[in-house]
């Protein structure tokens, strides 16, 4: 079964990367799904609780995902808020499998044992650790960092694989060292991206006085990490990249002189089913309905921006850009499976 899988998104992704290449019809292979923008916690840098979004109807969910799956979308993020929070959350699991979907959920886990044996169709879990217990709680608000970690071991426990996202906020490299610990620990992977800003799913603006070469040395310290074989899932290119990015304040910015695959090899769609190119364009270019429009003839194939260190945007654009290299690491990890 699982070499299936792994057939069916290798099948979608070479489908998606052709597309891409040759400059052919938009082709996403990955969507990411926001079912809902509710959720019981309050990040520091997160919006989405504040976004008073519509949320769509089972009916309209299923319809949803049935064009995304025409589109020839393989790979399905549930995310939020907290997609937890949705008491039809295991329906929309199972339209999505009925569908052939490889399905991820990205959850705090705060909700999970309530869940706990009724998960089993989910192929991959995100969460989120933002460093120690004391530097979590500054990020995310007071909660039982216990139950978390309790989370990922059930999952690791039914032989599921979960990665957690850490959001790096003030550059401590104390804080990465005691999540690779944690994570060789109770046996489970990290990804580490930076805080955006200037968009509309997140609440802060960047600090003016932001320790540029502090910020250079975390990313080269968790590049050598990476070599050295921490159970980090981002690739190495991932992290040169971040070392060498010029100025940590600005997330994004359009160079007409790169692409940006967004919308072409990947996409977002927020609670409403309005799709946009990636989470980080969201207000900043007009949305596409997909319930009433076709994605691969309203696409424009423009993007406000063409290069940025959004964490899975940009490691999405790695993989089209430098593929042989970031497949093999996706593959490793079990990302692409």
Not at 12 to 38: C, E, H, I, M
Not at 187 to 192: A, G, K, N, V
Not at 317 to 323: S, V
Request: with cysteine; hydrophobic share 35%; charged share 25%.
């Amino acid at each position: 079964m699982e070499v299936f899988k792994t057939l069916q998104m290798g099948l979608a992704y070479s489908q998606s990367l052709l597309s891409y290449k040759t400059d052919g019809t938009p082709r996403p292979f990955s969507a990411s799904f926001v079912v809902s923008n509710r959720c019981n916690i309050r990040c520091s840098y997160c919006n989405f609780p504040l976004m008073k979004e519509p949320e769509l109807t089972l009916q309209q969910v299923e319809t949803l995902l049935k064009n995304l799956k025409q589109m020839g979308v393989m790979r399905l993020g549930l995310l939020g808020g907290e997609p937890l929070y949705r008491k039809d959350i295991l329906d929309i699991i199972a339209i999505a499998k009925h569908l052939g979907f490889f399905v991820s959920l990205n959850s705090n886990l705060l909700l999970y044992d309530k869940f706990q044996d009724k998960l089993n169709d989910i192929d991959y879990f995100f969460t989120s650790l933002d460093g120690t217990p004391e530097r979590h709680v500054k990020n995310r608000g007071k909660q039982d960092y216990e139950k978390v970690l309790n989370g990922i071991r059930d999952i690791r426990k039914r032989g599921k694989r979960i990665t957690a996202i850490c959001v790096v906020t003030d550059y401590e490299m104390a804080d990465a060292d005691y999540l690779i610990d944690l994570s060789e620990k109770e046996d489970f992977t990290l990804h580490f991206q930076p805080e955006c800003f200037d968009t509309e799913i997140v609440l802060r603006t960047a600090d003016e006085h932001l320790d540029q070469q502090k910020a250079r040395d975390f990313w080269t310290k968790l590049l050598k990490r990476k070599r050295e074989g921490a159970p980090l899932t981002s690739s190495e290119e991932y992290f040169s990249y971040l070392a060498n990015w010029h100025d940590y304040r600005q997330s994004a910015l359009h160079n007409p002189n790169t692409r940006c695959a967004a919308g072409l090899g990947y996409l977002f769609v927020d609670a409403t089913g309005t799709a946009y190119p990636c989470a980080y364009t969201k207000g900043k270019t007009t949305g596409i309905n997909l319930l009433e429009e076709n994605w691969q003839q309203a696409f424009k194939r423009k993007t406000p921006c063409t290069q940025c260190i959004v964490g899975p945007m940009l490691e999405f654009n790695l993989l089209f850009e430098k593929p042989v290299s970031s497949v093999f690491n996706a593959m490793k990890y079990g990302i692409a499976q």
